[in-house]
């Protein structure tokens, strides 16, 4: 069983606001990585890290950013929340050779 | 570049059906094939894997075998049961400091 945690799973916000999305896991793994679901269910890599103080740009660009501090820890920052930023968002990690695992998500609405 | 192509769903089947989700693959080298499963309301997880050709990849009925010659993973599964309405994911991996590449994914409604 994975345990990566996400919190909060579901938020309403208005626009403007800075908001921060948690992710945790306690398994250990170096790699952690965040993605952008969108309606139509396709994944987009945001941001990825391969360890503490290492922090990539994913795929999609993305006004977000993200900090590894702490191995365990891989919170993602949105100064300035707009409606486009709407969306769920999944965190995942793995170890430096082996499966992702997934968190269950934060689903964001910004009005 | 490496890439997936799956099929486009919905797929909608009755209870007890046969499912197949076709899923094809571009890309250099050997890489892992993945199927994972979202569950609504839920993150993905892991369904099965292949990590070389011919192997075959089986969890809770669901199966998938990697065949190199046709670049394909399609998973399969005999019998559907309301259960497995989710989207599923196909998936592929170089290994070492290569990210994952999914496909699209493909939504799947199993009607009782």
């Known amino acids: 069983e994975a345990d990566i945690y996400q919190t909060p799973r579901y938020l309403v916000i208005g626009t403007g606001k800075k908001i921060t999305l948690e992710c945790s896991q306690t398994?250990?793994?170096?790699?952690m990585y965040w993605y952008q679901q969108d309606p139509g269910m396709e994944l987009h890599l945001i941001h990825y890290?391969?360890?503490?103080?290492?922090?990539e740009k994913g795929d999609l660009s993305s006004e977000s950013t993200v900090s590894r501090i702490r191995t365990e820890h891989f919170p993602l920052t949105l100064e300035s929340a707009r409606p486009s930023h709407t969306s769920q968002y999944l965190c995942?990690?793995?170890?430096?050779?082996?499966?992702?695992?997934f968190g269950p998500g934060t689903r964001l609405l910004v009005l | 570049g490496n890439s997936v192509t799956q099929m486009e769903g919905p797929v909608t089947l009755s209870e007890e059906a046969f499912l197949t989700i076709n899923c094809t693959y571009t890309?250099?080298?050997?890489?892992?094939l993945f199927w994972y499963v979202q569950y609504p309301g839920e993150g993905l997880q892991l369904l099965l894997k292949?990590?070389?050709?011919?192997d075959k990849g089986s969890n809770k009925g669901f199966e998938a075998t990697y065949r190199k010659e046709t670049t394909s993973f399609h998973l399969e599964k005999g019998s559907v049961q309301v259960s497995d309405s989710a989207v599923y994911f196909c998936?592929?991996?170089?290994?070492?400091?290569?990210?994952?590449?999914f496909g699209k994914g493909t939504r799947l409604h199993i009607l009782p």
């Open positions: 995942a990690s793995s170890p430096l050779v082996g499966d992702q695992y």
């Open positions: 398994m250990g793994h170096d790699k």
């Open positions: 890290s391969y360890g503490v103080n290492s922090t």
């Open positions: 890309a250099t080298g050997y890489p892992s």
């Open positions: 292949a990590t070389k050709a011919d």
């Open positions: 998936a592929l991996s170089r290994g070492g400091d290569d990210k994952i590449i």
